[in-house]
Every structure is written in structure tokens, then in C-alpha cells.
């Protein structure tokens, strides 16, 4: 069995710890975040942090890096209010991948990539245009994680668009294999599902 101790973490290799740390919490949702700036320039980026917050009202939440460096999603989630949240599927994941390239913001990674802006409902930020799941959102707030200098964003999801009919279910779930929503393992690696089952409500058995 391997262990590494608090004090192995601290002194590991800068890489090795990064990708030990990275996937050590499970698989990721896989998604790439639209915005556009106030004066219309476009910007999509891979984040691997978009989690569930509560469903009514529907909240998501991501984690933004320190902002140390210039970060257009950021940059334009602030001065819009809206961005969206598009899945990334087992097709465009070397696209999807490459949008963490740092581009200057006058370069849409739309433009370095064969991923397509769509706007849907006059919703202002662009959706991925072969995305099969999408989500308009509204920014709500920002809490500042001290002990690292990220900020936790929280937003409302505004609008839910599914591509395709097979991927809800009748009771409202959206069955993602169906979408071939792909998860990610670490920072670099992609992975496909399979759904093995999907149960009942559980309640404490009875004695
Ligand atoms: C797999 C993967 C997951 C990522 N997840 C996040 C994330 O959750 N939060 C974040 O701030 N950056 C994340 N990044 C980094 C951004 O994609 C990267 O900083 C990108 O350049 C941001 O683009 P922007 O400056 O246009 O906003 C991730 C990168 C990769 C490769």
C-alpha cells in the first residue's frame, strides 16, 4: 500500500503533487463555461469544479482560481451577471481540453477550436454549440476561500436546454450517458460512464 503523510505532500515534486491532489477526490463534472465580454467578445473555458448547490432555488457553484492572473471568465461573469454552462462530451474532449490554453482575451478560444458559439433566447452568453446539455446561469455571489485565494461563484440556473429526448427520463432525471457526458479523472484525463444502476429513495431498514 502507498502512504504519503502530510509532510511527503509538502515536499513532493510541484507536478507529482499537483496530479496526485488533483484526482485523489474522485471524478469531476466536465464542462466547459461561456461568457462574452461587455463589448461582445466571446471566451469558453474547461472547469472541472461546476457542482450542485441546491435545487430550489436551482444554485450551482464553481471554484476560480486565484485571480492573480487576468481570468476572462471572471472578468466577464462580472460585468454581464450570465454565463453558460455546456457538458462536455466523448467528442469534443481534445477541443474542450484546449480551451485551458492561455489565450490573450482578444482571442476567442472559439476561434482556435471547431467548438461552435449558439445563442439561444437572446440569453447574452454563448452556448457550445454541440453541447446536449446546456444551462443559461445568472451569477449571484462570490465567497472568498481564504486559505487558498479562490472564490467560490455562486449562480441561479435561468434555462436548461437537452438535446436530445432519450437522455430525461420521465420523472425529470437526465440519464448523461445518453449524452455521453464524459467526467474528468485529475487535470488531463477524460473518462467515459456507465450507468451500473439507479435505485429507490433509501430509507433506514426496518428490524
Ligand atoms: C481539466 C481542467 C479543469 C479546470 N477546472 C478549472 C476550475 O474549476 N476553475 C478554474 O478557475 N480553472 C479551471 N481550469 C483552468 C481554466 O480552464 C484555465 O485557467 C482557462 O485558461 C481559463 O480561461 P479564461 O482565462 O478564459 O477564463 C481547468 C483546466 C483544466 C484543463
Same mark, same amino acid.
Given at each position: 500500500?502507498?502512504?504519503?503523510? /502530510?509532510? +511527503?505532500? $509538502?515536499?513532493?515534486?510541484?507536478?507529482?503533487?499537483?496530479?496526485?491532489?488533483?484526482?485523489?477526490?474522485?471524478?469531476?463534472?466536465?464542462?466547459? @463555461?461561456? *461568457?462574452?465580454?461587455? +463589448?461582445?467578445?466571446?471566451?469558453?473555458? &474547461?472547469? /472541472?469544479? &461546476?457542482? $450542485?448547490?441546491?435545487?430550489?432555488?436551482?444554485?450551482?457553484?464553481?471554484?476560480?482560481?486565484?485571480?492573480?492572473?487576468?481570468? %476572462? *471568465?471572471?472578468?466577464?461573469?462580472?460585468?454581464?451577471?450570465?454565463? *453558460?454552462?455546456? $457538458?462536455?462530451?466523448?467528442?469534443?474532449?481534445? +477541443?474542450?481540453?484546449?480551451?485551458?490554453?492561455?489565450?490573450?482575451?482578444?482571442?476567442?478560444?472559439?476561434?482556435?477550436?471547431? @467548438? %461552435?458559439?449558439?445563442?439561444?433566447?437572446?440569453?447574452?452568453?454563448?452556448?457550445?454549440? +454541440?453541447?446536449?446539455?446546456?444551462?443559461?446561469?445568472?451569477?449571484?455571489?462570490?465567497?472568498?476561500?481564504?486559505?487558498?485565494?479562490?472564490? @467560490?461563484?455562486?449562480?441561479?440556473?435561468?434555462?436548461?436546454?437537452?438535446?436530445?429526448?432519450?437522455?430525461?427520463?420521465?420523472?425529470?432525471?437526465?440519464?448523461?450517458?445518453?449524452?455521453?457526458?464524459?467526467?474528468?479523472?485529475?487535470? %488531463?484525463?477524460?473518462?467515459?460512464?456507465?450507468?451500473?444502476?439507479?435505485?429507490?429513495?433509501?430509507?433506514?431498514?426496518?428490524?
Amino acid at each position: 500500500m502507498i502512504h504519503y503523510t /502530510s509532510s +511527503d505532500i $509538502h515536499q513532493m515534486d510541484k507536478i507529482f503533487r499537483l496530479n496526485l491532489i488533483n484526482s485523489c477526490t474522485g471524478f469531476k463534472s466536465a464542462n466547459l @463555461l461561456g *461568457t462574452k465580454s461587455i +463589448d461582445g467578445m466571446p471566451n469558453v473555458a &474547461v472547469f /472541472s469544479s &461546476v457542482t $450542485h448547490l441546491g435545487s430550489n432555488p436551482p444554485l450551482i457553484g464553481f471554484i476560480l482560481r486565484p485571480t492573480t492572473v487576468p481570468r %476572462d *471568465t471572471f472578468k466577464n461573469i462580472k460585468e454581464t451577471g450570465v454565463f *453558460t454552462v455546456n $457538458h462536455i462530451h466523448s467528442e469534443i474532449i481534445a +477541443d474542450a481540453h484546449h480551451t485551458s490554453a492561455k489565450y490573450p482575451t482578444e482571442i476567442s478560444e472559439f476561434s482556435q477550436t471547431s @467548438l %461552435d458559439e449558439e445563442y439561444l433566447d437572446n440569453f447574452y452568453a454563448p452556448f457550445v454549440k +454541440d453541447a446536449k446539455i446546456r444551462l443559461g446561469c445568472r451569477f449571484l455571489n462570490q465567497y472568498e476561500i481564504k486559505e487558498n485565494d479562490t472564490l @467560490l461563484l455562486v449562480s441561479e440556473i435561468e434555462h436548461v436546454y437537452i438535446a436530445d429526448h432519450d437522455i430525461q427520463q420521465a420523472d425529470g432525471w437526465l440519464k448523461l450517458q445518453n449524452a455521453a457526458t464524459v467526467t474528468i479523472n485529475g487535470l %488531463d484525463g477524460y473518462a467515459k460512464t456507465t450507468l451500473l444502476e439507479r435505485f429507490n429513495y433509501a430509507r433506514p431498514r426496518n428490524k
